[in-house]
């Protein structure tokens, strides 16, 4: 019995994943490793199973956003190197010390209270990755001033090793290279002054998913691949310049809950938006806004259903979406794709991101626990996973 009841999910192609880590290997210096972003679950897709599937496949590292993503990791039995790139409070350094998870910092004081928090701790220092901001505007370092102190904060702790440092570039997936290249400068300014001060460097890392497409030469120690992983481009300007070729991973499947052929023309959905004239078809399937299927797309977007476009029609609703089917005899049951390929169409995430005025990075984040993600390797299912009824099957 599948372990799940409702006819809507997500499938996950961990060959494309696979396939995503090594396109990269190939583009990048050999010296430099890849450390999978799989923060936000995976960006959707489920971070256990892609973090797991991003290593085998020659993946070194992992990064998450906060500290509690790298909790779920640890408990999964991943022992792979975890980095924190964003903010963790001071009262939770001794999580990241037992599960011996990196943590990224940018303060002084920061440093000196972490210390303190971890006096009477047993386990290893924790690892620290100093985070400089050269024009993101976010966290990080301005000056190389501020570099120092905490430089020299970490480099006298007993409870905190200095592991990192890096930068993220706000401008590196845009033709113009003006921004990038100018933090890339600032960041190299940083790097000389550690050195002029008698630093020994630990890993440096700059280069998220579209610098490491733009500028694999500036791949230090290791790159962040993060939209890369999933098979997404960062950027349309990115995806026609083609200079990797990716996979994308994610699909968003449904099969029909009901038919209904007009015989006389009736409105659908709230606000009556769309009248169905004689003679169509309107089919309701089982999903909607509270899935993470946005009601932007309400009468814009689309379907695939053998293989052919089906539009949405009227407004979607929070558990139920209604198309127009216009190729042969819709039936109960019959599977429907969201996004993702069926024949020779596709709907992709870059084409939905443009409907909803957005990028894709956040169209599969926004699919949530309601859906279950199934994993595939080879075309056949292996593992199914979901959160809402915490039901699972292992890889």
Known sequence: MKPFCRDTWVEVDLDAIRANVQTFRQHLPAATGIMAVVKADGYGHGSVQVAKEALAAGADSLAVAM???????????IEAPILVLGYTPVDSVEVASRLQVELTAYSEEWIFQAEQRLQNVA??????????DTGMGRLGVRTVEELMRVADAVEHSNRLAW?????HFACADEADTTHVRRQHDTFQSFLQALRQAGKQLPKVHCCNTAAAIAFPEWGYDTIRLGIGLYGLYPSPYMKEQAAVSLQPALSLKTRIAQVKVAAEPFTVSYGATYTAQPGEQVATLPIGYADGYSRLLSNRGAVLYGGKRAPVVGRVCMDQIMVRIEQGEAQVNDE???????GEEEISLDEVASLLGTINYEVPCMLNHRIPRVYLRQGKEIATVHL??????PL
């Open 336 to 342: 429907v794709v969201l996004y993702g390929r069926q």
């Open 67 to 77: 500290l509690d993503e790298a909790v779920v990791l640890r408990q999964a039995g």
């Open 388 to 393: 809402l009824t915490e039901k699972s099957t």
């Open 123 to 132: 386990s290893a220092p924790v690892g620290i990755h100093i985070k400089t």
């Open 163 to 167: 592991t990192g440092i890096f930068t």
